[in-house]
Structures are given as C-alpha cells and as structure tokens.
C-alpha cells in the first residue's frame, strides 16, 4: 500500500504541470476568462473545444486512445494523474465528460474501424463536442422502456420521438442515441444505437428550467430526423448493449470527481454567530460536520481504490455505484445543514460566499436521480455486488407493444 | 499508488481467516460469553504461537518486526470472529504505549512479555459516566504512588499489567505503568454488555507505579494509532455481519419469494454495503497512515474510527432486523455482533469524542498547510 506517486508517476505529473503552466497562460491571453465568471453556455462550449484543440495540438487531448487515432495510450493511472493537475487550472475540462468519457468509449468498443476514423479525429481536436440522447419522458430508470422510434427507409433511418434530460444540448454538435427499432419483441431487444449529428433538420432543442431555477437540461424533440445506415453502431437490436457500455462509463465518469466543500461549511460555521461564540464552537455543529467530512474522506478513498484497480489493468465494477449513492445524499444533506447553521438568515438566497447552500440545497435534489437515481443504485449494489435476486419483471419476454404502460 | 495490500498481506489474512475459522467459532466466542471465563485461553496461546501478538514487535524486543499494515490485516480477522481474547488490550494499547513512550529500561522488561502473551495488559482511561477529559482526570501520582478509581477497563481483571492515565506530580497527565499484583490494587468484574470482552473496576491506593511519559499530545498519539487497530476489528466484525443478513435473506422465503427479493431488504443490504465500502476506504487510508506515520495519522484515525464505529453499528443491528424474529433469540448468532459492536465503539471513547477529533484536526490543518481532502 502506497498513497504516493511512484518515481514514474512524479516525473509524469511534473511533465503535465509544467505543459499545463506553461500552456493555461498563453491560453488565457487569447480567450481571457475567470473561474466564476457569467460565461454563457455556448461560450463556455467554445473556450472547451479551443482547450481541447490546444491540449491535442501539445499532445494531451486524448492521453488514453490508441495512437491510431492520435492518441498516446498512457495508462488510465496517468490519464488522472493529467486531470487532477487540469482541474487545478481549468474548472471548464468537465464539458468533456460525456464526449470523451461516454461517447468515445462506447464508438471504440462498437464501431467499426470506418466509424472510429470518421468519427474520433473531430472529437480529439476539439471540434465536435457530444452529448448523449437516452431519456425520454416516459422511460427514466426503465431505460429500456423508450419510444423513441426509428424506421427503415431505403439506406436510411427516419426517427420521430422525443428525448430529456440531455445535458449540454443546445451547445452539442453529436450525439449518441439509443432507440426503438422493433416495438413487436421483448424491450431490450428492440433498441438500436445511432450517433447523429445535432444540426440534422428535425432536431429542436428546448431547455428545461430546473428547481434549482438554473437550465443545465434539455428536451430534444426528432421530428422525421433522417440519418444514415452508416451512423449505426454495432447491429440492429444490439442497442442496449452498446448502452450498457456508455452507462459504465457514465457512472465511473460522474462519481470519479466531485467537490467536498469541507473548507465551505468550515467557513459557514466559522463565520456564523451563535450564542457567546460561533457556530463552530457547537458540539452539534461540530459533530453534524464530522458526519459528512467522515463521508466525504471515504468517498475520497474509494476513489483512490478505484484509481488503484484500473490502473493495475481491473475493470470498474458496479462499486462505482456505492460513490454515485452516498454523494448524492450526503451533499443533499450537507446543503441542508448549511442552511440550517445560518438559522432564519439560511432562508436567503444571496450570490455571496455563502450562496453556495441555498444552491446546492436544490441542485443536489438532481444529483440524486441524474445518472441512475438512488434506488436504481441500490438495485445494482444488491444484485450485481451482493448477489440478491434481480428485480420481478413483468414486461420480460412480453413484446414491447404490449407492455401495460398507464398512458 | 497502490491502495492494496501486498501479496504477503493477503496471504497472512488467509492463514489468520482459516486459523481462526478452526480455532474461534462463534461456539468459542459463546463458551466466555456464558461462563465466568475471563477469555479463552487456548486461543490466546494460538495467536502467540502464530506470531500475531508480536507481530508489529521490533525484533530488539523479541517481535517479528513486521509493520503495523500486518498488525491491521490480524485486527480485522480477530473482528471478524468475535475473538474473546485481550489481544487489542495488550497488544494495540499496552504494547502500543510501552513501544511509544517506554524508556529503553521499560521496552526491554515488558515487551518481550506482552508480545509473548506471557504478560497481559491493558488501559486504565475511564473513571465512570461520560467522556474521558483531561480537565476532570481525578487519577493522581505522588511521588510515585497512584491513587484512582479506573472504571470500566476491559480485560482489568485478567491483566497483569495497566497503562494508567493519571495526573502525575507536575500536573500533566500522563501514561503510567502499573504491576496490577502490586500492593493496592483491588479489583471487582463488572456485569457488562458483552461479556466475552470482559470488564472490571480497579482501585489503586498508595500503588507503586513507574511514568511511561506526560502529556496529552502522547495520550492522544497513543489513542489515535490504537483507534486504527480498532477500526479493522470494527470492519471484520461489520463485514461478517453483512455476510450473515444476505445470506439470509437469499434462504429464507415469504410469500413465495426469497426476501431478499424485496426492495424493503435489497435496499437495506445495499446502504449496509455502502457504509462499509466506506469504512474499508477510510480504514486503508488510515493503515497506512500508521504504518507510514504520515503527518495526517491523527485526522485519518478520527475518521476511520467514527466511520468504523458508525459502519459496525449498522451493519449488526440491522443483520438482526433481516433476521426477523430469530434475530432475537439468544440462540442466533446476530446479538454477537451487536454487543461487540457497541463495545468497540465505546472502548477508547465513544463516537462523539471522535467526531470532536475529525473537526478539531481539520481546523489545525485548515490552519497550517491547507487539507488534502
């Protein structure tokens, strides 16, 4: 057991902060930006490519493709040992998470060697970035349950149906998409999986306003969308498959990083009166925090164990699932005790330091259902980690048209 | 980085898991439980003669002079069986605090002894109801001669020897070593809630002892590499108690499906395993903050203990409620758990004064270099 880097672990971080210190200044020069500055999305969208083109061009934008596709084939180990030392200068890599940690994974194990050609080489220079097409608004943990329908015509498919929940839409230029092929079989067994360019005609991409009064989300409308035969990855009916791969991507990709914000609720109790003292000097205050720094630092550990799996060449496994379930709670209820420290003021909303709890107090509210809600965790951990029996199904091996579905 | 532990490791835990597998069955852990043995005897001889109890010795002492990473692999096994022996006792406290504080002289005449099993030891901390404080600390040392009412201590009536904390002539507490046979020394046991661990109420009066060392900053030293120790116990014992729930609930049927078939259970099992997988991290973290003595120790121990103590408590209680109605019966094994589970929790202070550790150590390290976490 060893928590520190290996001699060539540090030589590799060394190289990667110093291209990273060297680069992040020249780079601010000709996009100037600030953390926390009101960048709109599609600005946002843009500085992330032309960070991706620049990472490419210095031979980091894609540290673990196969060089074919131009990339270095660096160990997993060293690919975060790379984005721990981005995160440090640039909080805009996250764009990425669904193209470079969803899509191209899932084309790599499903496409074919004429796909991966036509397909990677925009993503790797910062020209396209993806997002992924797979809710819909009657199929949210019943994945499999969509209705989104496409039909042969010619060489080509026309899809009608209707998409939610997609992240990074309105400023996407691809997107993967799963959808139903053949509503006459059992559901699984219906699906095909499509890549689509986002300015197709018959592509309209609406936001969602959320609780959190924030629009992050969107709902896709495919209206007569024609797409190519070409565009389809792997067989026809194989769709769910091929999601089955994005979906463990997504889940090592979204519980890999996250923000603790100790130091913020520290803050808050430092700074907050109470009594003769401050909130800080309450034994319950004291212990609520104890309560979620305990958390916070196992979430923190489990991923270091993560890290320390695949990098001796194991695969993520459905523990990934145990981080995603108890961050999603624990910073709900850390949000809450912020609120809670500050007493009748906690209330407010200000865009001050202490905004950060009234945000999170609705933004987490998403964190718990995006990406696989918690009881759709649970699921997973109890029958894929503990081997309890899966789920009763009733719609199992009945064709999809006939499966009761309340509308 | 490499957050597991080497091959050796996991070789010396198979030994440990089969050794103790034929050695300690819950019969054993029983056969204490239910009688006026102090602790089994048999199986406390066995761990000598496998080399734990002076497992993490430097050999200068008659050890095996292995790390404190071999010592956590044995702690969690004897968790995980409900060992009845003074192994955390002796071992993880008295060992612990003779290796830390011990003047040459003193290394050389216990640990040999303690790491043979030969001599028993244990810790004098609690004097009653409610937290251990330095403020409140009435043990008092004059010249030389304690005076204290230490209560509960674990294995007191079995130990030979006890580290005492007491407050010494300068007006620091410190670590004392007392001969337990020594003149004034009464002891009494104490019904307690598990009593395969064993408790007993010692009077010292006017009893010779020697200083070990002063000052709190070496107590708490000595709790904090104690509390990994027994946050690897806590894990084996949280771990086999969600191995018994889900077995359990893949046997026993209710409406004509297994129960673990129902969300009401899975969910359960699964926010079980979600605490554990927690506990595992933060107690990895913590080995080898010990066994590197990296400047973290006392944060990753807090945290490892309050996650073990809150993981352990889980786990068994909620292993009795899949069990239904023979869960509580004495005759099942689940209440094992559930007593040892709560004394773990509560034999170097309880969750709470662990907690108050977790956020006074990140306000030190808020203050100094900012935290790692």
């Known amino acids: 057991m060893d928590f520190n880097d290996t001699k060539e672990e540090a030589q590799f971080r060394q190289q990667a902060k110093q291209w990273l210190e060297e680069n992040i200044v020249q780079f601010k020069q000709e996009f100037p930006f600030e953390v926390g500055d009101n960048v709109t999305d599609s600005q946002a969208a843009e500085l992330a490519k032309a960070w991706q083109k620049r990472k490419f061009e210095g031979g980091w934008g894609c540290l673990t493709w196969p060089k074919a596709f131009g990339g270095r084939e660096v160990s997993i180990m060293e690919a975060t040992i790379f984005a721990q030392e981005e995160a440090k200068v640039m909080p805009l890599a996250g764009m990425y998470i669904i193209t470079s940690g969803m899509a191209v994974p899932t084309i790599m194990t499903h496409g074919t060697e004429e796909q991966c050609k036509q397909l990677l080489p925009s993503i790797a220079n910062g020209e396209r970035l993806w997002c992924q097409l797979f809710s819909e608004p009657a199929a949210g943990s019943d994945l499999a349950g969509i209705k989104t329908r496409a039909v042969k015509d010619g060489d080509d498919w026309i899809i009608n149906g209707q998409k939610v929940w997609t992240t990074l839409a309105h400023v996407s230029d691809w997107a993967i998409l799963v959808v139903r092929t053949d509503p006459t079989v059992a559901k699984h067994k219906g699906l095909t999986y499509f890549v689509i360019d986002m300015k197709s005609p018959g592509v309209e991409v609406r936001p969602i306003k959320q609780a959190s009064g924030e629009s992050e989300f969107n709902e896709v409308f495919l209206t007569d969308v024609r797409i190519p035969d070409s565009q389809r990855l792997d067989a026809v009916g194989n769709g769910w498959r091929v999601a089955m791969t994005t979906l463990m991507n997504e889940r090592v990709a979204v519980g890999g990083a996250f923000s603790d914000n100790v130091e913020e609720i520290l803050e808050v109790a430092r700074t907050t009166p109470l009594g003769q003292g401050r909130a800080i000097d309450d034994c319950g205050v004291r212990q609520s925090i104890a309560d979620w720094y305990v958390k916070a630092a196992g979430l923190k550990n489990i991923g270091l164990r993560q890290l320390s799996t695949l990098s001796k060449g194991g695969v993520p496994g459905p523990e990934a699932s145990v981080s995603k379930l108890v961050l999603g709670i624990g910073r709900q209820d850390l949000a809450a005790m912020s609120l809670d420290i500050l007493d009748m003021a906690g209330v407010l909303a200000e865009d001050d330091a202490m905004g950060w709890g009234s945000h999170d107090f609705f933004r987490t509210i998403g964190n718990r259902l995006e990406g696989g809600t918690d009881e759709i965790l649970r699921n997973i951990i109890s029958e894929r980690v503990l081997g309890l029996p899966a789920e009763i199904r009733v719609d199992k091996d009945v064709p999809f048209n006939q499966v009761p579905s309340g509308a | ?373």
């Not at chain 2, 198979?14 to 852990?29: D, F, G, I, M, P």
């Not at chain 2, 290394?107 to 901390?125: C, D, F, M, N, Y």
């Not at chain 2, 806590?234 to 359990?248: D, P, S, T």
């Open chain 2, 1 to 373: 980085m490499n957050f597991e532990f080497s091959d050796e490791q996991n070789m010396l835990r198979e030994q440990a898991r089969a050794y103790l597998a034929e050695h300690c069955s819950t019969e054993v852990v029983r056969k204490v439980l239910e009688s006026d043995l102090s602790f089994d005897t048999k199986l406390w001889q066995g761990t000598v003669e496998m080399g734990w109890t002076s497992a993490a010795t430097p050999e200068e002492y008659s050890g095996l002079g292995l790390s404190e990473m071999e010592l956590c692999v044995i702690a969690e096994e004897l968790g995980r069986s409900l060992a009845p022996i003074p192994f955390g006792s002796s071992i993880y406290l008295a060992a612990q605090a003779v290796l830390l504080a011990g003047s040459e002289a003193q290394k050389q005449q216990w640990l040999p002894r303690l790491s043979h099993g030969e001599t028993i030891g244990t810790l004098a901390l609690s004097e009653g109801a409610g937290s251990p404080s330095y403020d409140l600390l009435q043990a008092q040392v004059r010249n030389g001669k304690l005076t204290a009412k230490k209560t509960p201590v674990i294995d007191g009536m079995i130990a030979d020897m006890a580290i005492v904390v007491a407050r010494g002539d300068s007006g620091k507490p410190g670590l004392y070593l007392a001969d337990l046979s020594a003149a004034g020394v009464e002891r009494k046991l104490l019904s307690s809630i598990d009593e395969s661990r064993p408790q007993a109420e010692i009077i010292f009066t006017d009893t010779a002892v020697e200083l070990l060392g002063e000052g709190q900053a070496l107590i708490e030293q000595l709790l904090d590499r104690a509390a990994i120790l027994f946050a690897f116990e806590q894990l084996g014992g949280a771990q086999r108690a969600l191995e018994m729930a889900v077995q359990y609930a893949s046997e026993r049927f209710a409406f004509g499906r297994q129960i673990g078939s129902f969300q009401a259970i899975k969910h359960k099992l699964a926010d079980m395993f979600a605490t554990l997988e927690m506990c595992k991290a933060n107690c990895y973290y913590a080995a080898w903050a010990l066994t590197t003595s990296s400047d973290d120790l006392p944060l990753a121990a807090a945290t490892a203990r309050v996650s073990a103590s809150q993981a352990y408590y889980q786990c068994s209680k909620e292993n009795i409620q899949v069990h239904g109605g023979s869960g509580f019966t004495w005759e099942l094994d689940a209440h094992l758990y559930y007593r040892r589970a709560k004394v773990l929790s509560l034999v170097i202070g309880g969750e709470r004064r662990w907690k108050e550790r977790v956020v006074s150590q990140l306000e030190t390290a808020e203050a100094g270099a900012p935290t790692a976490a």
